[in-house]
């Protein structure tokens, strides 16, 4: 079965900075790959989707890379604020029936 | 416009008994999934509902497990006779076709 590796580890940085937050996943590639923020006692919120064939797709603050060669997607926070500080989940997908998501990262953005 | 609903918040139950969660996705929208998370773990999928018919349930844990979606509305989850390792956080998202997944809050489930 499909394992995903996003690090388990919270990730400090301070205001300002670049966060880069990394999912790893064995296995065959998605078809596409989401990026979600969740906050303490809330449900998921979609932030990013990047397709097979796209290596790298921007929104704002936010831009995440996928390399199906490495099996790796990217997701990086620039000018990151206090306010961006919450859990970072990656999902990926194989058709839209079904989402295989990683234990997510928590990022701690230091005022 | 609301987003998805769930209900209840919170359900304390001892083992044995029965649950019954609800979930309203976005008006209009076809898609819509339930999701577990148990303490300590990632997000699991449970099923996937296109209108009222079930497109994937591959990820339902046992038949103590039914999901319904009647009239392509609303959709329920019961769990039927609970166990301890049920407890764990509920979650429904809803999407048009081929779309990002709206979420609701989530049912925080204990099962004592």
């Known amino acids: 079965s499909q394992k995903i590796e996003q690090n388990s580890e919270a990730l400090n940085i301070q205001e300002g900075k670049t966060a880069t937050l990394t999912c790893n996943y064995t296995?065959?590639?998605?078809?596409?790959l989401q990026w979600y923020r969740q906050d303490p006692g809330r449900g998921p919120v979609f932030l990013l989707l990047i397709r097979e064939n796209e290596k790298e797709k921007r929104k704002e603050r936010l831009k995440v890379t996928f390399d199906t060669t490495l099996k790796q997607s990217l997701f990086h926070i620039t000018a990151s604020q206090p306010a961006d500080s919450a859990t970072y989940l990656c999902a990926l997908g194989y058709n839209f029936n079904k989402f295989y998501f990683g234990s997510g990262t928590k990022l701690n953005v230091k005022p | 416009e609301a987003g998805v609903t769930q209900f209840p918040s919170h359900s304390v139950i001892e083992k044995g008994q029965t649950v019954t969660l609800r979930c309203d996705p976005i008006?209009?929208?076809?898609?819509l999934y339930w999701y577990r998370r148990v303490m300590g773990k990632e997000i699991k999928f449970l099923l996937h509902f296109v209108k009222e018919s079930k497109q994937d349930e591959s990820g339902m844990p046992n038949n103590r497990f039914l999901a319904e979606r009647t009239g392509g509305t609303y959709s329920t989850l019961k769990v039927q006779p609970a166990e301890l390792e049920d407890s764990g956080v509920y979650f429904c998202a809803s999407s048009p076709p081929g779309d990002e997944q709206f979420f609701g809050p989530g049912t925080r489930l204990t099962v004592l």
């Open positions: 296995n065959y590639s998605p078809a596409y």
């Open positions: 008006s209009g929208h076809d898609n």
